[in-house]
């Protein structure tokens, strides 16, 4: 599931939607603890903001959580922005338990308030991280040389009268 997507959609801020990320991010997290670093890498560390998300959808008693609670010690490295979609889109499609408080949301709406009065951006949103982290170079250097005049042609291009280019060409570089 894609971060943005338990954001922009309601569905997906579900408890038992929760539950099944939680559980597909454990099975992820069991490879990266096996796997090298080289396969690895970063991979847990990059799904941070997920895990909180999902941390807070499967949290129980989220109305006695405090705001400094939430922001502190469940989801430090969400935004206030991103915490109000979260709560107020959150329903219990299992047990029925309701969000955060509505002091909760209030306290998140003043402070988003104040936020935007700093310029701070609104957006609750990931901004997208194009980078990559590793160069071309990398890439090259991992990449297998092949000629394509050792490949044989599968039998229906053999075949076919319109690929007959290719076999000409072929036959025509081995003299």
Not at 22 to 40: H, I, M
Not at 45 to 52: N, P
Not at 86 to 99: L, N, P, Q, R
């Amino acid at each position: 599931m894609k971060w943005c997507s338990l954001l922009l959609r309601r569905e997906c801020c579900s408890f038992s939607n929760g539950e099944y990320v939680k559980a597909g991010l454990a099975e992820l997290e069991q490879w990266c603890t096996e796997a090298t670093d080289e396969y690895a890498g970063s991979a847990w560390d990059e799904l941070k903001h997920i895990r909180q998300a999902v941390g807070f959808l499967v949290i129980h008693q989220k109305p006695k959580k405090t705001l400094d609670e939430i922001t502190r010690e469940l989801c430090p490295v969400l935004s206030i922005q991103q915490l109000y979609r979260i709560s107020t889109m959150y329903w219990d499609d299992k047990y029925g338990t309701h969000s955060v408080s509505s002091d909760v949301i209030a306290n998140m709406r003043v402070m988003m308030t104040e936020d935007s009065n700093n310029a701070v951006s609104s957006s609750f949103l990931l901004d997208d991280d194009s980078s990559i982290p590793f160069t071309v170079e990398d890439i090259s250097k991992s990449m297998q040389q092949v000629d394509v005049n050792d490949i044989e042609p599968p039998q229906l291009i053999r075949e076919n009268s319109g690929f007959g280019f290719l076999l000409t060409r072929k036959e025509g570089s081995a003299s």
